[in-house]
């Protein structure tokens, strides 16, 4: 497998002479976020039931790539800061502990059968890591990526704003051949009177998680890629922005939130001060165009202390602290802890209960080196595009670690997939900005 040149100490970047012909890192990821946001999440690979999305197998594929990549080096290359491949390895070695503590205890075949599948997930989630971290080869190339993946959710906004008008999930036309219904799809949830859209994802919480992961990284694209028309960077920010509060959510608005300001710190103040009109102007153009819909959003923290969701949270602290009191060290395994015990809607507390303190510690320590390394990227940015990439980057994962608080995205694909995938683009900007 030939190796470019770009730097000594860049462990991987993918050729475009590698084994997959004259595809490069940055477009098999982006056929992965394809598969991921395009294909309906209910359309999966028959015979591989959970584990046969077709996003989940090309993970995979990109997991087998990186470590042929690794054992095909004739080479050793100098060493150089990943500390988000770092955390993912010490990752991997606790879920596998927590799979050891799983099968060496008597077990539910149920659980067993979680337990495998949560392997072969994390694993192909750690595999577009990897290649994103590893493989992206230029600057220009993950720019080239983050702009086909705000497209691609721009896409889902403006499909879950038709839902939105509509009634109609629509996507129970599409099929592909080859594909076998993974679980059924029933018509659009409800909530404050309003159709809660959900575009391609199985949830509204899980498609609201996704757009505002995508929201940072649309309005750092806006602000910073001058070489493009005002149009095509402001259309994808509108078409998110507007998605947001109609997925009713409220882990949408607080990562959301979260988003914006991180991106709109870097800005100065004057773009701040168009910024702010323009939500204000869209607050009122809701409260028109949409009757109730601002009160609906204001209920969600105004009623919180008698949401039966807010308490669901709070009354599984102690459901949960039973559990951990067992295995606090290593946990019952990565997806052992079924919904039909509870579901918790805290991802940071499942994880507690299925691979312990000691996963929970390296699970934070990915999340914290991502964040450390779009902080240093954008220290190291020598442009305004470059700057704006590694902040839009930092407003990702920091949405990303906000909804893991308030609901479990790991057990949805397309969450955990856009997760990890941003996870390992923080880590490759880091790398291709520290570049001489």
Same mark, same amino acid.
């Given at each position: 497998?030939?190796?470019?040149?770009?730097?000594?100490?860049?462990?991987?970047?993918?050729?475009?002479?590698?084994?997959?012909?004259?595809?490069?890192?940055?477009?098999?990821?982006?056929?992965?976020?394809?598969?991921?946001?395009?294909?309906? =999440?209910?359309?999966?690979?028959?015979?591989?039931?959970?584990?046969?999305?077709?996003?989940?197998?090309?993970?995979?594929?990109?997991?087998?790539?990186?470590?042929?990549?690794?054992?095909?080096?004739?080479?050793?290359?100098?060493?150089?800061?990943?500390?988000?491949?770092?955390?993912?390895?010490?990752?991997?070695?606790?879920?596998?502990?927590?799979?050891?503590?799983?099968?060496?205890?008597?077990?539910?075949?149920?659980?067993?059968?979680?337990?495998?599948?949560?392997?072969?997930?994390?694993?192909?989630?750690?595999?577009?890591?990897?290649?994103? =971290?590893?493989?992206?080869?230029?600057?220009?190339?993950?720019?080239?990526?983050?702009? *086909?993946?705000?497209?691609?959710?721009?896409?889902?906004?403006?499909?879950?704003?038709?839902?939105?008008?509509?009634?109609?999930?629509?996507?129970?036309?599409?099929?592909?051949?080859?594909?076998?219904? =993974?679980?059924?799809?029933?018509?659009?949830?409800?909530?404050?009177?309003?159709?809660?859209?959900?575009? $391609?994802?199985?949830?509204?919480?899980?498609?609201?998680?996704?757009?505002?992961?995508?929201?940072?990284? &649309?309005?750092?694209? &806006?602000?910073?890629?001058?070489?493009?028309?005002?149009?095509?960077?402001?259309?994808?920010?509108? %078409?998110?922005?507007?998605?947001?509060?109609?997925?009713?959510?409220?882990? %949408?608005?607080? &990562?959301?939130?979260?988003?914006?300001?991180?991106?709109?710190?870097?800005?100065? *103040?004057?773009?701040?001060?168009?910024?702010?009109?323009?939500?204000?102007?869209?607050?009122?153009?809701?409260?028109?165009?949409?009757?109730?819909?601002?009160?609906?959003?204001?209920?969600?923290?105004?009623?919180?202390?008698?949401?039966?969701?807010?308490?669901?949270?709070?009354?599984?602290?102690?459901?949960?602290?039973?559990?951990?009191?067992?295995?606090?060290?290593?946990?019952?395994?990565?997806? $052992?802890?079924?919904?039909?015990?509870?579901?918790?809607?805290?991802?940071?507390?499942?994880?507690?209960?299925?691979?312990?303190?000691?996963?929970?510690?390296?699970?934070?320590?990915?999340?914290?080196?991502?964040?450390?390394?779009?902080?240093?990227?954008?220290? +190291?940015?020598?442009?305004?595009?470059?700057?704006?990439?590694?902040?839009?980057?930092?407003? %990702?994962?920091?949405?990303?670690?906000?909804?893991?608080?308030?609901?479990?995205?790991?057990?949805?694909?397309?969450? +955990?997939?856009?997760?990890?995938?941003?996870?390992?683009?923080?880590?490759?900007?880091?790398?291709?900005?520290?570049?001489?």
């Amino acid at each position: 497998m030939t190796v470019l040149q770009a730097r000594p100490a860049a462990p991987f970047p993918l050729s475009p002479a590698s084994a997959l012909g004259r595809l490069d890192a940055s477009s098999v990821l982006t056929g992965y976020a394809v598969l991921l946001m395009a294909v309906p =999440n209910r359309l999966v690979i028959g015979p591989l039931g959970g584990a046969g999305s077709p996003a989940g197998v090309l993970g995979l594929a990109c997991l087998l790539w990186w470590a042929a990549h690794q054992l095909g080096r004739s080479a050793p290359t100098a060493p150089a800061p990943a500390p988000v491949r770092t955390a993912l390895v010490a990752l991997a070695f606790a879920v596998g502990a927590s799979f050891v503590a799983a099968t060496v205890r008597p077990i539910d075949p149920q659980e067993f059968s979680t337990a495998t599948l949560g392997l072969v997930l994390l694993a192909g989630w750690g595999g577009v890591l990897l290649v994103g =971290n590893d493989g992206i080869a230029s600057r220009k190339r993950l720019v080239v990526l983050v702009r *086909r993946v705000v497209a691609l959710s721009a896409a889902m906004a403006t499909l879950g704003i038709v839902q939105f008008l509509t009634g109609e999930t629509l996507v129970d036309k599409i099929s592909v051949p080859g594909l076998a219904v =993974n679980h059924s799809l029933t018509s659009l949830t409800l909530r404050e009177g309003f159709s809660r859209p959900s575009a $391609t994802a199985t949830h509204p919480i899980e498609y609201g998680a996704v757009i505002t992961m995508m929201l940072p990284l &649309a309005l750092a694209l &806006a602000y910073g890629d001058r070489e493009r028309s005002a149009l095509r960077r402001w259309v994808p920010v509108a %078409a998110i922005g507007i998605c947001i509060p109609l997925s009713i959510s409220r882990s %949408a608005l607080v &990562a959301g939130a979260v988003a914006l300001v991180v991106v709109l710190a870097s800005w100065p *103040r004057a773009a701040r001060a168009v910024a702010g009109v323009a939500l204000l102007v869209g607050s009122v153009l809701m409260y028109l165009l949409v009757p109730g819909m601002l009160g609906s959003l204001l209920g969600l923290f105004t009623r919180i202390g008698s949401d039966s969701s807010a308490l669901s949270r709070t009354g599984s602290y102690d459901i949960a602290a039973e559990f951990v009191a067992t295995s606090p060290v290593f946990g019952r395994g990565f997806g $052992t802890f079924l919904p039909a015990y509870r579901i918790l809607d805290n991802q940071y507390l499942g994880l507690t209960i299925e691979i312990g303190l000691v996963g929970l510690t390296a699970f934070l320590a990915v999340l914290v080196a991502a964040l450390w390394s779009a902080v240093r990227a954008r220290r +190291a940015a020598r442009d305004l595009l470059g700057a704006q990439l590694a902040t839009g980057l930092l407003g %990702a994962v920091a949405a990303g670690a906000v909804n893991l608080a308030l609901f479990d995205g790991l057990s949805f694909s397309m969450s +955990a997939g856009v997760l990890f995938l941003v996870l390992g683009l923080a880590g490759a900007c880091r790398r291709l900005e520290d570049r001489p």
